[in-house]
């Protein structure tokens, strides 16, 4: 399956609800008027692209309507797609430097597929022939390190774990430690899923990031904050308290074909200004895709 049907099957649920709101908009007006305008914009809204990115998107609209005289349904949504591309932002993957350590902290609340994810990506990066080896940094939940173990048996990949309750960071450097011993070309770092507050989370963070940047100061590191889409706008605040508590560089949306609101990707980025890299379009190991802006807009809008 190439990557725009990829796309099109994972967003079938979003693409049915945007495609069955706009018949309705579209039917009750014979051009493209202030009224449409409206409710495209909480159309938008309720495909939870956010409020900021669906109002901006509308006034894109307005002004390309002006700038054009194209009123019609055809013209207005491939400049709704084209705008949709901007937000997301150019094509990025998660930047592996060869003949380097390069570490990759994974972030994000409980329940979003952090976890699986890890694992997931640990067994795409062992396909290319690369060395891996995770770290159970979330100590504070049994159940995160036994299924981070279980993907470390499924994909023959090394597993670095202390005791529940341990100190993250020691765990950490003891995964850097083995990394390194291994000649490893990938570490992969899941860290605890708790959001009491920014100050605990920034904490906890910062004393992994000194760990590494102590133990590997070459190491590539990166952060990726993982998020489920069918949190709607929660994914939205949980993008917002990780972005304040700690430097993202990357996101990964899980669940995409679990929604029928997959617009929450748009209101992550235009809130975030963080490349979505990873994009969770079933349950199965290749679902786990690269995310391509235009390929999801494509598969979002018919035009």
């Known amino acids: 399956m190439g990557l725009f049907e990829s796309f099109k099957k994972g967003l079938a649920k979003t693409r049915d609800f945007w495609a069955a709101e706009w018949v309705k908009t579209t039917a009750s007006h014979g051009k493209f008027d202030q009224d449409m305008l409206d409710e495209l914009e909480e159309l938008m809204v309720r495909a939870d692209c956010g409020v900021p990115a669906s109002e901006d998107v509308a006034e894109y609209i307005k002004n390309y309507i002006k700038r054009t005289g194209d009123d019609s349904h055809e013209g207005v949504m491939s400049a709704v797609k084209t705008r949709i591309v901007e937000i997301l932002g150019e094509k990025k993957t998660l930047d592996i430097e060869p003949g380097k350590l390069n570490i990759i902290l994974m972030v994000g609340v409980n329940g979003t597929g952090k976890t699986t994810t890890a ?23 049994a159940a995160a390190v036994n299924q981070l173990k279980e993907w470390g048996t499924r994909t023959e990949t090394a597993v670095i774990s202390h005791e529940e309750g341990s100190d993250p960071a020691s765990v950490v450097f003891d995964a850097v430690a083995a990394a390194k011993a291994r000649n490893c070309d990938v570490l992969i770092v899941d ?51 990780f972005s304040e508590a700690v430097k993202l560089d990357y996101l990964g949306i899980t669940k995409l074909d679990g929604s029928a609101k997959g617009g929450v990707a748009i209101a992550v980025s235009y809130l975030a200004k963080v490349p979505i890299v990873l994009a969770g379009l079933g349950e199965g190991v290749e679902d786990l895709m690269d995310f391509d802006p235009q390929a999801f807009a494509d598969a979002l809008i018919d035009t």
């Open 119 to 141: 694992g997931k990506l640990a067994l795409k990066y062992k396909r290319e022939g690369k060395k891996v080896i995770m770290a159970a940094a979330d100590t504070f939940r």
């Open 191 to 241: 860290t605890a899923g708790r959001l009491h507050n920014k100050k605990n989370l920034m904490d906890e963070l910062s004393k992994i990031n000194r760990i590494i940047d102590r133990e590997a100061p070459d190491a590539n590191k990166m952060s990726i904050l993982i998020i489920d889409a069918t949190t709607g706008q929660n994914a939205v605040l949980q993008t917002e308290a």
